[in-house]
Protein backbone atom coordinates (compact mmCIF):
# COMPACT_ATOMS: atom_id res chain seq x y z
CA UNK A 1 0.00 0.00 0.00
CA UNK A 2 1.23 3.35 -0.70
CA UNK A 3 2.49 5.14 2.15
CA UNK A 4 2.44 8.64 0.84
CA UNK A 5 -0.16 9.88 -2.17
CA UNK A 6 0.27 12.85 -4.44
CA UNK A 7 -3.06 12.99 -6.47
CA UNK A 8 -2.13 15.80 -8.86
CA UNK A 9 0.58 15.07 -11.18
CA UNK A 10 0.69 18.49 -12.96
CA UNK A 11 -0.40 21.94 -11.43
CA UNK A 12 -0.68 25.96 -13.42
CA UNK A 13 -0.49 29.10 -11.03
CA UNK A 14 -0.56 32.48 -12.04
CA UNK A 15 2.24 34.22 -11.01
CA UNK A 16 1.64 35.98 -7.59
CA UNK A 17 -1.40 33.88 -6.50
CA UNK A 18 -1.38 31.03 -3.65
CA UNK A 19 -1.12 27.49 -4.58
CA UNK A 20 -2.13 24.10 -2.96
CA UNK A 21 -0.32 21.16 -3.59
CA UNK A 22 -1.99 17.87 -1.97
CA UNK A 23 -0.69 15.41 0.48
CA UNK A 24 -2.29 12.23 1.65
CA UNK A 25 -0.75 9.87 3.78
CA UNK A 26 -0.67 6.38 5.48
CA UNK A 27 0.89 5.50 8.77
CA UNK A 28 -1.01 3.42 12.13
CA UNK A 29 2.41 4.75 13.79
CA UNK A 30 1.31 8.02 16.40
CA UNK A 31 4.37 9.60 16.20
CA UNK A 32 6.05 10.56 12.20
CA UNK A 33 7.35 13.33 10.92
CA UNK A 34 6.22 15.05 7.27
CA UNK A 35 8.29 16.82 4.81
CA UNK A 36 8.19 19.12 1.89
CA UNK A 37 10.78 18.82 -0.96
CA UNK A 38 11.42 21.01 -3.80
CA UNK A 39 13.17 19.42 -6.97
CA UNK A 40 13.57 21.99 -9.59
CA UNK A 41 15.26 20.91 -13.07
CA UNK A 42 18.60 21.08 -12.22
CA UNK A 43 17.81 17.83 -9.47
CA UNK A 44 18.73 18.77 -6.59
CA UNK A 45 16.16 18.25 -3.55
CA UNK A 46 15.56 21.09 -1.95
CA UNK A 47 14.04 21.14 1.90
CA UNK A 48 11.13 23.20 2.50
CA UNK A 49 8.85 22.50 5.28
CA UNK A 50 8.82 20.31 7.99
CA UNK A 51 6.08 18.84 10.79
CA UNK A 52 5.84 16.52 13.17
CA UNK A 53 2.99 14.63 14.45
CA UNK A 54 2.80 15.97 17.46
CA UNK A 55 2.92 19.43 16.39
CA UNK A 56 0.12 21.17 17.82
CA UNK A 57 0.16 23.97 15.24
CA UNK A 58 0.88 23.95 11.26
CA UNK A 59 4.16 24.79 10.20
CA UNK A 60 5.22 27.80 8.30
CA UNK A 61 8.79 28.44 6.49
CA UNK A 62 8.09 32.40 4.86
CA UNK A 63 6.39 31.61 2.04
CA UNK A 64 5.16 28.06 2.49
CA UNK A 65 2.92 26.45 4.86
CA UNK A 66 1.84 23.01 5.69
CA UNK A 67 -1.74 22.69 6.37
CA UNK A 68 -1.40 19.42 8.44
CA UNK A 69 -4.86 17.89 8.89
CA UNK A 70 -3.86 15.06 11.16
CA UNK A 71 -7.86 13.31 11.24
CA UNK A 72 -7.76 13.52 7.55
CA UNK A 73 -4.02 12.14 7.44
CA UNK A 74 -3.37 15.19 4.66
CA UNK A 75 -0.12 17.39 4.72
CA UNK A 76 -0.96 19.70 1.93
CA UNK A 77 1.95 22.23 1.45
CA UNK A 78 0.69 25.83 0.32
CA UNK A 79 2.41 28.32 -1.52
CA UNK A 80 1.61 32.27 -1.12
CA UNK A 81 2.39 34.89 -4.03
CA UNK A 82 4.26 32.58 -6.38
CA UNK A 83 7.29 33.27 -8.37
CA UNK A 84 8.15 31.95 -11.40
CA UNK A 85 11.53 30.60 -9.75
CA UNK A 86 8.68 28.19 -7.84
CA UNK A 87 7.64 25.97 -11.03
CA UNK A 88 9.61 22.51 -10.18
CA UNK A 89 8.99 19.05 -9.43
CA UNK A 90 7.47 18.90 -5.43
CA UNK A 91 7.36 15.94 -3.17
CA UNK A 92 6.00 14.66 0.06
CA UNK A 93 7.51 12.65 2.15
CA UNK A 94 7.15 10.71 5.83
CA UNK A 95 9.40 8.97 8.11
CA UNK A 96 7.57 6.75 10.48
CA UNK A 97 8.93 6.95 13.98
CA UNK A 98 10.21 9.59 16.63
CA UNK A 99 11.79 11.67 14.20
CA UNK A 100 14.57 11.89 16.83
CA UNK A 101 15.40 8.91 15.88
CA UNK A 102 16.35 9.11 12.39
CA UNK A 103 15.24 6.54 9.83
CA UNK A 104 13.98 6.85 6.07
CA UNK A 105 11.84 8.80 4.47
CA UNK A 106 9.34 7.63 1.82
CA UNK A 107 8.53 10.03 -0.83
CA UNK A 108 5.61 10.27 -2.67
CA UNK A 109 4.96 10.36 -6.80
CA UNK A 110 5.37 14.23 -6.91
CA UNK A 111 3.31 16.85 -8.30
CA UNK A 112 5.24 19.70 -10.97
CA UNK A 113 4.27 22.83 -10.62
CA UNK A 114 4.68 25.20 -13.42
CA UNK A 115 4.10 29.29 -12.63
CA UNK A 116 2.74 31.09 -15.26
CA UNK A 117 3.98 34.79 -16.13
CA UNK B 1 32.69 20.16 2.96
CA UNK B 2 29.49 22.50 2.25
CA UNK B 3 27.20 19.98 1.16
CA UNK B 4 26.65 16.04 -0.20
CA UNK B 5 29.33 15.44 -2.68
CA UNK B 6 28.75 12.74 -5.34
CA UNK B 7 30.58 10.99 -8.02
CA UNK B 8 30.50 10.87 -10.86
CA UNK B 9 27.88 13.09 -11.85
CA UNK B 10 27.41 11.11 -14.81
CA UNK B 11 27.64 7.46 -15.59
CA UNK B 12 27.40 5.39 -18.53
CA UNK B 13 28.24 1.69 -18.69
CA UNK B 14 26.90 -1.42 -20.39
CA UNK B 15 25.29 -4.13 -19.37
CA UNK B 16 26.95 -6.82 -16.99
CA UNK B 17 29.60 -4.25 -16.03
CA UNK B 18 30.25 -3.51 -12.32
CA UNK B 19 29.81 0.07 -11.31
CA UNK B 20 30.43 2.18 -8.27
CA UNK B 21 28.92 5.39 -7.29
CA UNK B 22 30.34 7.69 -4.28
CA UNK B 23 29.10 9.92 -1.82
CA UNK B 24 30.63 12.09 0.38
CA UNK B 25 28.23 13.53 3.05
CA UNK B 26 28.42 17.00 5.24
CA UNK B 27 31.28 16.92 7.84
CA UNK B 28 29.82 15.92 11.42
CA UNK B 29 26.55 14.09 9.68
CA UNK B 30 26.22 10.47 11.20
CA UNK B 31 23.47 8.99 9.24
CA UNK B 32 23.80 8.83 5.23
CA UNK B 33 21.10 7.40 2.72
CA UNK B 34 21.17 6.19 -0.26
CA UNK B 35 17.69 6.83 -3.10
CA UNK B 36 17.34 6.09 -6.54
CA UNK B 37 15.12 8.09 -8.83
CA UNK B 38 13.81 7.09 -12.38
CA UNK B 39 12.13 9.46 -14.46
CA UNK B 40 9.10 11.03 -13.26
CA UNK B 41 8.91 9.21 -10.26
CA UNK B 42 9.50 9.92 -6.22
CA UNK B 43 13.12 9.02 -4.63
CA UNK B 44 12.93 5.17 -3.44
CA UNK B 45 14.38 4.17 -0.80
CA UNK B 46 18.03 2.04 -1.00
CA UNK B 47 19.89 1.75 1.94
CA UNK B 48 20.69 4.11 5.32
CA UNK B 49 23.44 4.27 7.73
CA UNK B 50 24.02 5.12 10.68
CA UNK B 51 27.35 5.44 11.19
CA UNK B 52 29.31 2.78 9.92
CA UNK B 53 26.61 0.05 9.93
CA UNK B 54 23.40 -0.20 7.62
CA UNK B 55 20.87 0.75 10.10
CA UNK B 56 18.01 -0.12 7.12
CA UNK B 57 18.95 -1.62 4.00
CA UNK B 58 15.42 -3.20 3.09
CA UNK B 59 15.54 -1.14 -0.13
CA UNK B 60 18.51 -2.88 -2.04
CA UNK B 61 16.00 -4.36 -4.82
CA UNK B 62 18.15 -7.64 -5.00
CA UNK B 63 21.84 -8.94 -4.23
CA UNK B 64 23.22 -6.94 -7.29
CA UNK B 65 23.08 -4.22 -4.76
CA UNK B 66 25.85 -3.15 -2.00
CA UNK B 67 26.60 -0.31 -0.16
CA UNK B 68 29.40 0.32 2.47
CA UNK B 69 30.59 3.15 4.79
CA UNK B 70 33.73 1.85 6.59
CA UNK B 71 34.92 4.95 8.38
CA UNK B 72 31.43 5.95 8.87
CA UNK B 73 32.08 9.07 6.51
CA UNK B 74 32.19 8.66 2.26
CA UNK B 75 30.05 5.73 1.12
CA UNK B 76 29.55 3.84 -1.77
CA UNK B 77 27.26 1.97 -3.54
CA UNK B 78 28.59 -0.92 -5.51
CA UNK B 79 25.99 -2.34 -8.41
CA UNK B 80 27.05 -6.10 -9.95
CA UNK B 81 26.35 -6.97 -13.17
CA UNK B 82 24.29 -3.70 -14.11
CA UNK B 83 21.45 -4.23 -16.01
CA UNK B 84 19.05 -1.72 -18.27
CA UNK B 85 16.73 -1.68 -15.76
CA UNK B 86 19.22 0.00 -13.35
CA UNK B 87 19.42 3.46 -14.90
CA UNK B 88 18.17 6.15 -12.43
CA UNK B 89 19.44 9.30 -11.02
CA UNK B 90 21.13 8.00 -7.53
CA UNK B 91 20.92 10.32 -4.58
CA UNK B 92 22.67 10.36 -1.61
CA UNK B 93 21.62 12.38 1.08
CA UNK B 94 22.89 13.02 4.81
CA UNK B 95 21.85 14.31 8.52
CA UNK B 96 23.22 15.18 11.79
CA UNK B 97 21.53 12.68 14.16
CA UNK B 98 20.01 14.75 16.91
CA UNK B 99 17.58 13.24 20.23
CA UNK B 100 16.46 17.10 20.12
CA UNK B 101 12.96 17.75 20.55
CA UNK B 102 10.68 19.80 17.66
CA UNK B 103 12.34 21.55 14.77
CA UNK B 104 15.91 20.59 15.13
CA UNK B 105 14.87 17.06 15.91
CA UNK B 106 13.65 16.49 12.52
CA UNK B 107 16.67 15.21 11.07
CA UNK B 108 16.14 16.59 7.60
CA UNK B 109 17.74 15.05 4.83
CA UNK B 110 20.27 16.98 2.55
CA UNK B 111 20.67 15.51 -0.72
CA UNK B 112 23.58 15.71 -3.36
CA UNK B 113 23.43 16.33 -6.65
CA UNK B 114 22.78 12.54 -7.85
CA UNK B 115 24.95 10.35 -9.93
CA UNK B 116 23.32 9.27 -13.15
CA UNK B 117 23.65 5.78 -14.54
CA UNK B 118 22.95 5.06 -17.79
CA UNK B 119 23.34 1.26 -18.56
CA UNK B 120 23.60 0.47 -22.69
Known amino acids: AQKITQTQPGMFVQEKEAVTLDCTYD???????LFWYKQPSSGEMIFLIY??????QNATEGRYSLNFQKARKSANLVISASQLGDSAMYFC??????????????FGQGTELSVKP | GAGVSQTPSNKVTEKGKYVELRCDPISGHTALYWYRQSLGQGPEFLIYFQGTGAADDSGLPNDRFFAVRPEGSVSTLKIQRTERGDSAVYLC??????????????????FGAGSRLTVL
Open chain 1, 27 to 33: TSDPSYG
Open chain 1, 51 to 56: QGSYDQ
Open chain 1, 93 to 106: AMREGANNQGGKLI
Open chain 2, 93 to 110: ASSVQTLDRGKAGANVLT
